[in-house]
């Protein structure tokens, strides 16, 4: 396993003793592997990716990422936000060249010739070659969202780390974008844990598939998605994709539905409790 | 076709700068009329004739260059000490609560104390020399400039300070390559709108015992009666602020390139 999360949980300090953010989540990735978290707002998945990067720290548990436990934030865990928070003074190489001038990728072995021309030839694989020089506010959403995935990259992270990277995008190129990945995927061998709300994207991009419930979040299932590969968008008319989907629908309905019924019975309990107080 | 009246709606560049030219041309009519109309007496109104005369008597005699190059020596020294002051301290506000905490009270008690009334005291620890007249512009123009460059700074994106952990990024590098580039633009902002007020803390300044500048000379004028030299002064220290601010708001767009409105795709 590439990647170990053993018994993590999250709390936050409350006073009303709300549920823990995450109860006890476990699981590994495999080198190379696609995952996806999948679940309703609220599960966790953010909050997950967030423990993963090291930008919050556990309340308990432990990740460890190929042995060793991880700790703050570092560029062996690339991220790429929904949002691509390119840095508005930069031009597009200036961008995803960032992370090459920072002390901590400076380490022999990392040759910055090397990388920068890494840098061109993801800018050529996403499109971008030809606005190299441009600034951020010059592109298009998605030319944005695709250079932040480059910047992501560039400094050849052990993991991609991706918290709903398509989610502000119209629907159009967010497909664009998926078939994108699929490729940069493939070609670059990479291992990604990938958040979003959307059942079809988890299920074209990924090998596997975990679903979360919200309140406390945790994974209430696996689903292993065997459509064979090299991926493409049009097998989302396969059997195989239409079956999982219906599986995963129903996985989140219910929960869904328990969610609710949970709510009104904590919602009951807060009267009583009120009704106690004033009597 | 657009409408001259169109409530919020943008109308053409021509159209605007001919408006500008208008309303100037409107002034300098009404100021024409009023006095060579003999409507008004020339000590609450000069005529632009005697405004000139004044004028050029005051640059053939070396009076004005004096008095300019005084004032502009105080503005200068006041505000770029404002300026080496207020940038540390506002960056070290903006990034760190704690020292937030221990400055930014005092400042906001401090910063409603209007600086005229410094002036007793100023001259009580500064004497009246020239060292006295820069510490009142530098008071009265780097205590806002240090609330003002933290402002900025605490502005900045926390996702820019995210994205930049996740590449590995230490505080340092952070605060330098991140906090500091986003800041920037503001920064300058903050300079070119204090270095207005610094001009209006110097008529303050040159009223402690000058025996040069534009402030002193407009209060000597004063005493005088002698209001075409008020007027000639109030114009000159007018274009010098709209000078300074098209001088800075010129470099901005020069130097940041990417807050430009309009950069073409």
């Given at each position: 396993?590439?990647?170990?999360?053993?018994?993590?949980?999250?709390?936050?300090?409350?006073?009303?003793?709300?549920?823990?953010?995450?109860?006890?989540?476990?699981?590994?990735?495999?080198?190379?592997?696609?995952?996806?978290?999948?679940?309703?707002?609220?599960?966790?998945?953010?909050?997950?990716?967030?423990?993963?990067?090291?930008?919050?720290?556990?309340?308990?548990?432990?990740?460890?990422?190929?042995?060793?436990?991880?700790?703050?934030?570092?560029?062996?865990?690339?991220?790429?936000?929904?949002?691509?928070?390119?840095?508005?003074?930069?031009t597009v190489?200036?961008?995803?060249?960032?992370?090459?001038t920072l002390k901590a990728n400076r380490i022999p072995g990392n040759d910055a010739r090397v990388l920068k021309a890494r840098a061109d030839s993801l800018l050529e694989a996403v499109g971008l070659a030809a606005f190299r020089d441009h600034y951020p506010r010059q592109l298009s959403g998605g030319m944005r969202q695709r250079?932040?995935?480059?910047?992501?990259?560039?400094?050849?992270?052990?993991?991609?780390?991706?918290?709903?990277?398509?989610?502000?995008?119209d629907a159009q190129t967010r497909e664009e974008m998926q078939e994108l990945l699929l490729h940069l995927c493939r070609r670059q061998g990479t291992t990604v844990l990938f958040v979003t709300h959307d059942v079809e994207e988890a299920l074209i991009l990924s090998d596997r598939v975990l679903v979360m419930q919200a309140h406390p979040g945790a994974i209430i299932a696996e689903v292993p998605v065997s459509l064979q590969r090299p991926r493409h968008l049009d097998m989302r008319a396969d059997p195989i994709f239409v079956e999982l989907r219906a599986r995963m629908f129903g996985?989140?309905?219910?929960?869904?539905?328990?969610?609710?019924?949970?709510?009104?019975?904590?919602?009951?309990?807060?009267?009583?409790e009120n009704r106690l107080r004033q009597a | 076709?657009?409408?001259?009246?169109?409530?919020?709606?943008?109308?053409?560049?021509?159209?605007?700068?001919?408006?500008?030219?208008?309303?100037?041309?409107?002034?300098?009519?009404?100021?024409?009329?009023?006095?060579?109309?003999g409507y008004v007496t020339p000590i609450f109104l000069p005529s632009p004739?005697?405004?000139?005369?004044?004028?050029?008597?005051?640059?053939?005699?070396?009076?004005?260059?004096?008095?300019?190059?005084?004032?502009?020596?105080?503005?200068?020294?006041?505000?770029?000490?404002?300026?080496?002051?207020?940038?540390?301290?506002?960056m070290l506000m903006g990034n760190f609560r704690i020292i937030e905490a221990a400055i930014e009270p005092f400042l906001a008690f401090v910063r409603y104390m209007p600086v005229p009334a410094f002036i007793p005291l100023i001259i009580l620890y500064a004497g009246i020399d020239e060292f006295s007249k820069i510490l009142v512009i530098f008071i009265g123009t780097a205590v806002q400039m240090i609330i003002m460059v933290s402002d900025v700074v605490k502005k900045v994106a926390a996702d820019f300070c995210k994205v930049a952990l996740t590449l590995g990024a230490t505080p340092a590098e952070i605060a330098r390559k991140v906090v500091w580039r986003a800041s920037l633009p503001g920064i300058v902002d903050v300079?070119?709108?204090?270095?207005?007020?610094?001009?209006?803390?110097?008529?303050?300044?040159?009223?402690?015992?000058?025996?040069?500048?534009?402030?002193?000379?407009?209060?000597?004028?004063?005493?005088?009666?002698?209001?075409?030299?008020?007027?000639?002064?109030?114009?000159?220290?007018?274009a010098l602020g709209l000078a300074c601010d098209i001088a800075f708001r010129l470099s901005g767009a020069r130097l940041f390139p990417w807050t430009r409105e309009h950069l073409g795709a």
């Open positions: 396993m590439l990647l170990m999360i053993e018994a993590l949980t999250k709390s936050y300090p409350s006073r009303d003793g709300r549920p823990p953010a995450l109860a006890e989540i476990n699981f590994g990735i495999e080198e190379g592997e696609f995952v996806s978290l999948v679940g309703p707002s609220g599960c966790g998945k953010s909050t997950i990716l967030a423990l993963v990067a090291g930008l919050i720290p556990s309340s308990t548990g432990r990740i460890t990422l190929d042995g060793s436990i991880v700790g703050k934030a570092g560029a062996d865990r690339g991220m790429v936000f929904q949002q691509p928070n390119l840095f508005p003074w930069l190489f200036e961008n995803v060249t960032f992370g090459l250079a932040a995935l480059v910047r992501a990259l560039v400094t050849k992270p052990r993991i991609l780390l991706m918290d709903e990277p398509f989610g502000a995008l996985l989140l309905r219910h929960r869904v539905r328990k969610d609710i019924s949970q709510m009104v019975v904590n919602e009951g309990m807060a009267e009583a | 076709m657009f409408s001259l009246t169109a409530f919020r709606q943008e109308i053409p560049s021509h159209t605007y700068w001919t408006a500008i030219a208008a309303a100037a041309a409107g002034v300098a009519v009404l100021w024409c009329a009023l006095t060579y109309g004739t005697d405004v000139w005369n004044a004028a050029t008597e005051l640059c053939l005699s070396g009076i004005f260059a004096a008095d300019f190059g005084r004032s502009c020596g105080r503005v200068f020294g006041g505000f770029v000490a404002a300026i080496i002051v207020s940038i540390p301290i506002g300079c070119r709108i204090n270095l207005g007020w610094a001009w209006t803390y110097l008529i303050v300044a040159e009223v402690l015992a000058a025996n040069q500048g534009l402030g002193f000379r407009i209060i000597k004028a004063q005493h005088l009666l002698n209001t075409s030299i008020i007027f000639f002064y109030l114009v000159v220290i007018g």
